[in-house]
């Protein structure tokens, strides 16, 4: 209180101006009250009759609430971070016995069946890495398929040197709901590549690329591979086609196979007038 | 090392995912030994002196976590090169021990195998360097 009034003297001889000077109210058997305190001497002409205009604020509610909402923030953000590794753990466990399974195994075909699952569970995990680094819950689509093919290739192909997956993508963020299944699709299409396209080439290579331009967009897999098999040696289509199909129809699109000559390029192509794009709407 | 055999220590509380961690040291063609939580990770590194990495979850019960028991390890066994993996997406490269590597939860497999490569056969990460 002293202080305060020294700096109130010090207002008055025109030297000073308190602003937002803040001092606690103590009262024996009364709660501290916070008071903020404005002070200027009032230029009125007349020399001697000094008058100073003085504000003083209770701020003590308006302070509480702050803190409260301050506290609820961060528990909202301890609650959101124990959430994202719970989630993550258990992916880390799905992803565990998947893998286990598929070392005890003894059926190729069944390991291989395994290890999709796994691929499958990788990439959604992969969305699950990008939302909780990223605010406002969309996903960078090019950072989230180069890192993608990135883990698929690491875990499918054992010569490097002898085939290669690229990602070229524009710069687009999408809703974690729309990169799940934009990655579940490139999960299969690649797969199915790795799978079919190369069987005795020397070399091959995998191109992923996500074009967008407004609601408008177009994801293709082309590889230069030995091209589709058709008529009687077609394959029956499989598990991976059947999800691709339904993921491509879900999100309301296109869906293309053909010849690249060499090779083969799918093409999902989306012409809307629902932009997906920086949609942070929550999902129904 | 054990007959010539690197010897990674797995820290994870999670049975499940320590029994997949301990196949996946295995399967890189190291020798494996498993712990559930900090106290027992100290325990074993007390009692056998042949440990050259320690690939240890972050979010544990009991009295260290990961993060806690990395720094520990640095500090009295600074040989042991350390691999944390947690589900926090990003830990602050800081907190870690200098020359330790992260890996976010899920991992996949030739990453982690990577990464034990990597620290297992890099000298300039060994502990003279790491210390000055």
């Not at chain 1, 003083?56 to 301050?70: C, F, M, S």
């Not at chain 2, 027992?40 to 993060?67: K, N, S």
């Amino acid at each position: 209180m002293l202080k305060l009034a020294s700096l109130l003297k010090a207002t008055a001889a025109g030297s000073a101006q308190i602003e937002a000077y803040e001092i606690d109210l103590v009262r024996p058997n009364r709660r501290i009250r916070n008071l903020v305190v404005n002070a200027c001497r009032l230029d009125d002409g007349d020399k001697d009759r000094i008058r100073i205009l003085l504000a003083v604020t209770d701020v003590t509610d308006v302070r509480a609430e702050a803190r409260i909402k301050d506290d609820l923030v961060r528990e909202k953000a301890i609650l959101l971070q124990e959430i994202q590794h719970r989630v993550a753990n258990s992916l880390q466990i799905i992803a565990s016995v998947l893998m286990q399974s598929a070392r005890k195994v003894q059926s190729e075909e069944v390991r291989g069946h395994l290890h999709n699952a796994h691929h499958r569970v990788m990439s959604i995990a992969a969305v699950q890495k990008q939302l909780s680094t990223s605010p406002g819950g969309t996903v960078d689509i090019s950072r989230y398929l180069t890192q993608l093919c990135d883990s698929l290739g690491a875990s499918m192909i054992a010569e490097p040197e002898r085939l290669s997956i690229s990602v070229k993508a524009d710069d687009a963020s999408v809703t974690a709901k729309i990169s799940v299944s934009l990655g579940l699709i490139v999960t299969e299409l690649v797969i199915n590549a790795l799978k079919h396209a190369f069987p005795d080439q020397t070399t091959g290579a995998i191109k992923v690329a996500y074009d967008a331009s407004g609601g408008d967009w177009t994801l293709s897999v082309t590889d230069d591979g030995i091209g589709m098999p058709t008529g009687s040696n077609a394959p029956k289509a499989g598990l991976g086609t059947g999800i691709v199909e339904a993921l491509t129809r879900n999100l309301e699109c296109d869906l293309e196979t053909r010849g690249a000559s060499p090779g083969t390029c799918v093409t999902i192509r989306h012409l809307g007038d629902i932009d997906h794009h920086e949609d942070i709407r929550p999902a129904a | 090392m054990k007959n010539g055999r690197a010897v990674v220590l797995v820290v994870e509380d999670t049975a499940i995912i320590r029994m997949g961690a301990i196949h996946l040291v295995e399967s890189a063609g190291y020798e494996a030994l498993e712990a559930c939580d900090a106290d027992e990770a100290i325990q074993l590194l007390e009692a056998r002196g042949d440990i050259d990495l320690a690939f240890t979850d972050v979010q544990m019960p009991g009295t260290m976590d990961g993060i806690k028991l990395a720094h520990y390890i640095r500090d009295r066994w600074p040989p042991v090169k350390l691999l944390v993996a947690s589900g926090m997406a990003i830990i602050e490269e800081s907190s870690l021990p200098t020359g330790s590597l992260f890996s976010a939860k899920p991992y996949g497999e030739r990453e982690i195998v990577d990464k034990m490569i990597r620290l297992l056969d890099d000298d300039d990460r060994s502990f003279a360097k790491i210390e000055e």
